[in-house]
């Protein structure tokens, strides 16, 4: 019996992308039909925000989607439908394009379908994202910038990275590709992870949560790539960012949720971290009123660390190499628990 396969992230993928998922196994079926929520809702959704206030918001379903949805065996998707499991009866799998499902709430999904992310795709780019943020406050190129606009020849000199600590509060695929690159500059690198037990190349020390407060007060940076859950929230509080030494770079390209930004805000104007780096903010879009837009030294971007150019070639890689998987019913890559009330 053929797999009916539903690809619905916004725009068609290229035709050989789409060959390298029909090649994967015999008797597949490929389906295009398109869904995307907008950046509000999935904001809420991924928050854990009451989802009854925020129905009226989902984008409406067409006869098409809805039998398209009606007709999935596994689905390929970025933004998932409140109610999936209705919609979806002949589910089985669902490939999220991206590390991060906190967004899929409100999906009532369970058992047998099985969820997978699509974690390590964009590790590698994530990595190089991080280290371009920290050399840049390290080697104080904003402030070179500034002297060349000025016309103003001021010899201005960074750190070295060699010698320095780096603390990861999260050891999967980013944490790993941000240790492999502190490695190679000759820094110190700890790790703060839920099974300390586990070890990875480039980690000096491995931690357990427990640990986490002792580790930010021995690191000149700290990077967070740990996933959302109900334990992170909050994670980096006004404690936390006590424990950290001053003067250090707090940098975040996990989940918004994970840090008090007031807390943030208010460490940065008193000058105990050195600069922070944010890649993500608990409300996106952030409002223009956030005073995350003023705070000083404050790096942000707007969720953008990972690069497309070569996004979709490793997505649709672990797909098909997935779907193989999947066909001789072979344990999946990256599966992950589905929490309860999804």
Not at 194 to 204: E, H, L, M, Q, Y
Request: proline fraction near 7%.
């Amino acid at each position: 019996m053929s797999i009916a396969v539903l690809i619905t992230f916004p725009g068609n993928p290229p035709a050989a992308l789409i060959d390298r998922v029909t090649g994967a196994a015999a008797d597949v079926s490929v389906e295009l039909c398109s869904y995307e929520e907008d950046s509000a809702l999935r904001t809420a959704r991924g928050r854990g925000e009451p989802l009854d206030a925020w129905r009226e918001r989902a984008p409406g379903l067409t006869a098409a989607q809805r039998d398209a949805f009606n007709r999935a065996e596994v689905l390929l998707a970025f933004d998932v439908p409140m109610g999936l499991a209705d919609l979806a009866p002949s589910l089985r799998w669902v490939q999220a394009i991206g590390a991060g499902v906190d967004h899929f709430r409100g999906t009532g999904l369970r058992a047998p379908v099985t969820v997978t992310t699509a974690a390590g795709v964009a590790a590698d780019p994530i990595a190089e994202f991080v280290f371009g943020r920290l050399l840049a406050v390290w080697k104080r190129f904003d402030e070179i910038n500034e002297l060349q606009s000025r016309h103003e020849w001021r010899p201005t000199y960074g750190r070295s990275l060699a010698g320095l600590t780096l603390g990861l509060v999260g050891l999967g695929a980013i944490g790993s590709a941000v240790a492999a690159r502190a490695s190679a500059f000759g820094m110190r690198v700890l790790a703060v992870r839920r099974d300390p037990r586990a070890v990875s190349p480039g980690v000096d020390e491995v931690h357990g949560p427990d640990a986490l407060r002792v580790v930010l007060g021995r690191c000149d940076a700290v990077v967070v790539c740990a996933p959302a859950t109900p334990e992170t929230r909050d994670l980096f509080d006004a404690d936390a960012f006590k424990a950290m030494r001053p003067g250090a770079i707090f940098c975040n390209v996990a989940r918004g949720s994970l840090v008090d930004e007031d807390a943030l805000v208010t460490t940065l104007r008193d000058g105990h971290l050195g600069a922070a780096i944010l890649d993500v903010t608990r409300e996106e879009p952030l409002p223009a009123t956030s005073p995350l837009w003023d705070a000083p030294r404050l790096h942000l971007s707007p969720h953008c660390s990972a690069s497309i150019d070569r996004y979709l070639d490793s997505l649709f890689e672990l797909f098909s190499a997935n779907l193989a998987r999947y066909a001789r019913n072979e344990p999946l890559h990256n599966v992950i628990a589905l929490p309860d009330g999804w």
